[in-house]
Nanobody, 125 residues
Framework: VQLQASGGGSVQAGGSLRLSCVAS????????MGWFRQAPGKEREFVAA????????HYADSAKGRFTISRDSAKKTVYLQMNNLRPEDTAVYYC???????????????????WGQGTLVTVSS
C-alpha cells in the first residue's frame, strides 16, 4: 500500500483545512486509515482513524468536535476536515494505513505498517 497525502498549508487560527490521502494497493481484512501528526520537538501523536469495514471513526481528544475523518471508498481516499484550527495544531500530518489493525490499536503509532510522506499544517495566531 502506498499513501499520497495532500492539502496542508498555512491558515490563521479559527480557519479550516482539508487533508486528503489516496491509497494504492489492496485493502482487505481489518483495513483502517487514519492520521497522525508530529509537532516540532514533540512525539508523533494520533489524530483520527477510520475502519474501512463498518466505517467507524475514532478521534484523539484534541480532535473531537473540530476534526472529521471521512472516506471515499471508490477512490480509496480518506479525508481529514479540520475546523477551528489552533496554533497548537501546527504539525506535519501523516496519513497511515494498515490491513490488520484491531480496534484497541487504532491510536498506536507502531500499529500502522504504511505511512505517507507527511503534509505540513501551520496555524498562526
Amino acid at each position: 500500500v502506498q499513501l499520497q497525502a495532500s492539502g496542508g498549508g498555512s491558515v490563521q487560527a479559527g480557519g479550516s483545512l482539508r487533508l486528503s490521502c489516496v491509497a494504492s494497493g489492496e485493502t482487505y481484512g481489518s483495513y483502517a486509515m487514519g492520521w497522525f501528526r508530529q509537532a516540532p520537538g514533540k512525539e508523533r501523536e494520533f489524530v483520527a482513524a477510520l475502519r474501512w469495514r463498518g466505517g467507524s471513526t475514532h478521534y484523539a481528544d484534541s480532535a473531537k468536535g473540530r476534526f472529521t475523518i471521512s472516506r471515499d471508498s471508490a477512490k480509496k481516499t480518506v479525508y481529514l476536515q479540520m475546523n477551528n484550527l489552533r496554533p497548537e495544531d501546527t504539525a506535519v500530518y501523516y496519513c497511515v494505513a494498515d490491513n490488520s489493525i484491531i480496534l484497541s490499536s487504532l491510536g498506536i503509532t507502531s500499529a500502522y505498517k504504511y505511512w505517507g510522506q507527511g503534509t505540513l499544517v501551520t496555524v498562526s495566531s
